[in-house]
């Protein structure tokens, strides 16, 4: 079993910065894919940046290049820096480790806030 443990969430005004990261313990294989995503109050979860363990990333289209998804496999850390951030970013945070060939899981984490507030 993997555990995934999010920090880094927070209150920032509107422009500001914050860097979340994402901790698993437990055993991760290599050929998964992580990701950020993200869930507002009334709406449905949506992703918003993956990265494969060969690195291969891919974002969300409201991110327009204000956020950075980075993952070091060593550690088993996952990291988004997120910049310009707007009040329609503030959503719980989660992380995500999933992997679709054998040996298949697909775990989630606790999520962190994000408020996005002046």
């Known amino acids: 079993q993997v555990q995934l443990v999010e920090s880094g969430g927070g209150l920032v005004h509107p422009g500001g910065s914050l860097r979340l990261s994402c901790v698993a313990s437990?055993?991760?294989?290599?050929?998964?894919?992580w990701g950020w995503y993200r869930q507002a109050p009334g709406k449905e979860r949506e992703m918003v940046a993956t990265v494969t363990s060969g690195g291969t990333v891919d974002y969300a289209h409201f991110v327009r290049d204000r956020f950075t998804i980075a993952r070091h496999n060593a550690k088993n850390t996952m990291t988004l820096e997120m910049n310009s951030l707007e009040p329609e970013d503030s959503a719980v945070y989660y992380c995500?480790?999933?992997?679709?060939?054998?040996?298949?899981?697909?775990?989630w984490g606790q999520g962190t806030q994000v408020t996005v507030s002046s």
């Open positions: 995500n480790a999933r992997r679709h060939m054998a040996p298949r899981y697909n775990y």
């Open positions: 437990g055993t991760i294989f290599s050929g998964d894919r």
